[in-house]
């Protein structure tokens, strides 16, 4: 089993609408969790980190489920340039290399 | 400010010959880190080092494959007798600090005909 699962998508929305994926991690002492943004041929950039309580970050929102192991990401009044890749890291206490997801692709359609 | 910086950013070699990639982190950054990533899957961790030596090369998949950062800053990932399937983009990235946030490179594209 992977360490980070991820629905791969496309999730296909137009302008404006609401998107949320998830992502699921096999290792319940992972510590720290992330979301990776990454557009087509370039590096992977910090999106946000995710904490326990949740947060917000403008129009995104990150829960994290420590109980059913899984993190979500959602993206309210998608735009156009929100289109890319949306990667799931999670990492462990102690462990300073990241495990990545597959990722999940986003397509925001005009 | 100048951001990670890896060269080259496109390498074409035959099966079997030997390559160095090369990564420039942040100025100041103390740790530095190795990963790469196939089509359509997330980036694989390689190696990183804190400083100039190598903390955790777990994920180096075979002992073709081998990092040094000599003086803590610049890093080279050396791979002998390339095989296609090392064929890849290779990622460098640098934080802060060990356990900092980790801000990734362009990457080298290696492609092994």
């Known amino acids: 089993r992977k360490e980070v699962e991820q629905d791969p998508g496309p999730f296909n929305v137009p302008e404006g609408a609401t998107v949320a994926f998830n992502c699921t991690y096999s290792?319940?002492?992972?510590?720290?969790f992330f979301w990776y943004r990454q557009d087509c041929r370039k590096e992977p950039k910090l999106l946000m980190s995710?904490?326990?309580s949740g947060n917000e970050d403008g129009r995104f929102t990150a829960q994290l489920n420590r109980a059913s192991q899984y993190i979500s990401l959602l993206i309210r009044d998608s735009k156009l340039s929100d289109s890319a890749t949306y990667l799931c890291?999670?990492?462990?206490?102690?462990?300073?290399?990241?495990?990545f997801g597959a990722g999940t692709t986003v397509t925001v359609r005009a | 400010g100048a951001g990670v910086s890896q060269t080259p950013s496109n390498k074409v070699t035959e099966k079997g010959k030997y390559v160095e990639l090369r990564c420039d982190p942040i100025?100041?950054?103390?740790?530095l880190y190795w990963y790469r990533q196939s089509l359509g899957q997330g980036p694989e961790f390689l190696i990183y080092?804190?400083?100039?030596?190598?903390?955790?090369d777990s994920g180096l998949p075979n002992d073709r494959f081998f990092a040094v950062r000599p003086e803590g800053s610049v890093s080279t990932l050396k791979i002998q007798r390339t095989e296609r399937g090392d064929s890849a983009v290779y990622l460098c990235?640098?934080?802060?600090?060990?356990?900092?946030?980790?801000?990734f490179g362009p990457g080298t594209r290696l492609t092994v005909l």
């Open positions: 890291v999670v990492n462990m206490p102690n462990d300073y290399k990241l495990s």
């Open positions: 080092f804190q400083g100039t030596g190598a903390a955790d």
């Open positions: 990235a640098s934080s802060l600090t060990l356990g900092g946030g980790q801000f």
């Open positions: 290792n319940s002492a992972s510590q720290s």
């Open positions: 995710v904490y326990s």
């Open positions: 100025s100041g950054h103390t740790a």
